[in-house]
């Protein structure tokens, strides 16, 4: 592991407080073929607490991204995470006739989160009535940044019908994209246009929600032959008040955000993760109205002096 301990990112934030983590709470989801396995991570304490719904990337599960999610609940906000048919612990069958629609069912189980908060909250010791249902992002890495950035408008023209619906949710008043999946077209590999078809043909231009859009500089993925500009897209193709924060160095795990000591993360880096950390928490606290102090910090720090990392925003 290669650390960068004199590497610090010169943000500071609200002290951590003890948070409380109940998984898994099982919704009857007889549409998807079997249950909605989920994940609440919570602070003990406060009232009108804000919601993440976090989406994991392809393959993963509600116990991945540690790094983050214990970050925002002991930070203040309702974490809500759930393990989407994609997942390897799901393990569906190459021929099985949900895969061809494996992004859908994620906003599906999105969605379903959202209409069952209440039995989530009960579910959680002491939770209950706590959790501000005015107040919810959504957030993803990878595939699951996707996810989030239908919820707030991104249009995905389906591979089987060639129509692209609108799945937002009105109930979701921001978003997190983290290492997502830029624009279709010419610049998909014959690899993501034959296994991934519903990176085909994704339209930004109806995202009027504010998002923070994190890419890392040498987020170089075999789905494209753009690059990691690719991963900027859903900051440049949207609309609205929006944000990039470019990680200096970064690859698709941005330092290792998919969980601690992750056999999957090709650019360890405790500097980058804490970057992380700080500019999306300060991000949340910033959306949400709670404190406006760090995200303005943020964006007076993050030049292109800055050893770590830059924010830009429109």
Known sequence: MTTHPHRTTGLTGPPPTPAVTVRPIVLPAPERGQDLHVRVSAPLTGTRLPIVLFAHGFGSDLDGYAPLVDHWASHGFVVIQATHLDSQRVALAADDSRRPHLWRYR??????ILDELKTLEASVPGLSGRGDH??????????????????VGLRVTDPGTGIADDLSDSRVMASIQLATAGAGGDG????????????RDQDFSHITAPGLVVAGDKDDLPLTTRGAAWTRDPYTLSRGNKSLLTVYGGEHFLGGISGYRAAETTDEDPGRVA???????AYLRHITGIDHTDWQTARSVLTDAHALGRLDSK
């Open 107 to 112: 906003v599906q189980d999105m969605k379903h």
């Open 134 to 151: 005015g107040r919810i992002v959504a957030a993803g890495h990878s595939f699951g940044g996707q996810t989030a950035g239908i919820l």
């Open 188 to 199: 998909l590999t014959p690899f993501a246009h034959e296994n991934l078809p519903w990176l």
């Open 275 to 281: 970057l992380v950390q700080q500019v999306t928490l």
